[in-house]
């Protein structure tokens, strides 16, 4: 099927480079003809971002500092300027310092669990407050969360727990927001080669280990995520709401490794 997306525009947010999750969903919903407009944070990541836009043809670029409300205002006010209203949202918004992603997790920091609550979960609020004014039709926001919310993955740490907040804030939001015709959903992939992905202690690891152990023996790729987002935002997921769908290869079924493995 095409055109899934044909006529709804919506905004990107948290795309780092070619390999980023949220830039394969970015671009399984381009081809179905979805109309996008970028943030980035930073002229580093702009110099990356850029020429990915305008390789979609998208000439809506915002810089955008979740931690800041006057730049967060910026942006939806800009959309609201080019397009009115619109219909989705991305939020591929994570952080933790990389040097508490390598220990134990009794050794974070009140420092870094502040940060990393605030950027990787309250921003997902933040930004669903302004774009429910622009989606006076309903619409969807989906973000990004990982298996180690509920289970113990190592070194995954405050980030673990970060998700966990997240995972429960699209319940919350979900219920809030239903009443406006407002899909609220979280993507779950398995460990992916991402610039994120790679700051978590023995990511290569993790990476060989779930793939070799999950029912698919695969891990998720940019098309099957952004396959997934594409469902969510398009008309075929008007009911599904709330929800934290797995696109993992399976590995969430697990009590433990493949009998190969063990």
Not at 23 to 34: D, F, L, N, P, S
Not at 37 to 44: L, P, V
Not at 71 to 82: M, P, R
Not at 133 to 146: E, H, K, R, S, V
């Amino acid at each position: 099927m095409t055109g899934l997306l044909a006529g709804k525009r919506g905004l990107i947010m948290g795309v780092a480079n070619e390999k980023s999750i949220a830039w394969g969903i970015a671009r399984e919903m381009a081809a179905q003809g979805a109309e996008l407009a970028f943030t980035y944070q930073g002229e580093a990541f702009k110099k990356r971002v850029e020429p990915l836009a305008t390789s979609i043809g998208s000439s809506i670029l915002v810089e955008a500092d979740v931690q800041d409300d006057t730049s967060l205002d910026n942006v939806f006010a800009t959309l609201e300027k080019e397009w009115g209203s619109f219909d989705f949202l991305i939020h591929a918004i994570a952080y933790s310092d990389k040097n508490e992603l390598t220990g134990r997790v009794s050794d974070t920091s009140r420092a870094n669990f502040k940060n990393s609550l605030d950027i990787s979960c309250y921003s997902l609020i933040e930004v669903s407050r302004r774009a429910k004014a622009l989606m006076p039709n309903g619409g969807t926001i989906l973000t990004l969360t990982f298996q180690g919310s509920n289970r113990v993955t190592p070194y995954y740490n405050v980030m673990g727990i970060a998700k966990a907040a997240l995972e429960s804030t699209v319940r919350y939001l979900a219920n809030d927001l239903g009443p406006e015709g407002i899909r609220v959903n979280a993507i779950s992939p398995g460990p992916m080669r991402t610039l994120a992905g790679a700051a978590i202690g023995g990511a290569r690891k993790t990476f060989r280990t779930t793939e070799a152990n999950a029912p698919l023996r695969a891990n998720a790729t940019l098309e099957s995520v952004g396959g997934t987002a594409v469902y969510l935002a398009s008309n075929y997921g008007e009911c599904t709401t709330g929800e934290i769908i797995c696109v993992d290869g399976g590995y969430h079924v697990l009590g433990m490794a493949q009998a190969e493995n063990l």
